[in-house]
């Protein structure tokens, strides 16, 4: 399993509580810089991160990897279309959440949310 961040550096503890809730290893993290010129059209700034990534068209559809998307929502959003346009669905992504008291502020891994689960779930109700 891959790990793309697309936000700050996971520390050695968080990348060992993922592998936990994942139940597998991940082979590599690789960590993209999401910095976007608020000045200039977003649409080609994430489509230049995602190619940062790497991937052939072939392992964007083949290679197992988890999200930890931009914490600027509409870059994440954006994000979110362009790996689903490359790989054919929602890839399952990471939620951090803030560690209650610690000082300085530290972040552990809350949950991998499955976004294909989620769409499926919002299908069934739209038959409803």
């Known amino acids: 399993m891959f790990l793309i961040n697309f936000s700050h550096p996971l520390t050695e503890d968080q990348i060992q509580k993922l592998e936990e809730k994942l139940g597998q290893k991940i082979e590599r993290v690789m960590e993209i810089d999401a910095y976007i010129d608020q000045q200039k059209p977003l649409i080609p700034q994430i489509a230049e991160l995602v190619d940062r ?22 870059s994440a959003v954006t994000l979110l279309a362009e790996v689903h346009g490359r790989c054919g ?31 499926e779930e919002a299908r069934r109700k739209r038959g409803s």
């Open 53 to 74: 990534v790497g991937f052939t068209s072939h392992e964007w559809q083949t290679v197992p990897f988890i999200l930890n998307p931009p914490s600027l929502s509409i």
């Open 89 to 119: 669905y929602f890839p399952p992504v990471l939620r951090l959440r803030p560690i209650e008291g610690s000082l300085p502020l530290q972040f552990e891994v809350a949950e991998i949310i499955s976004l294909h689960q989620v769409r």
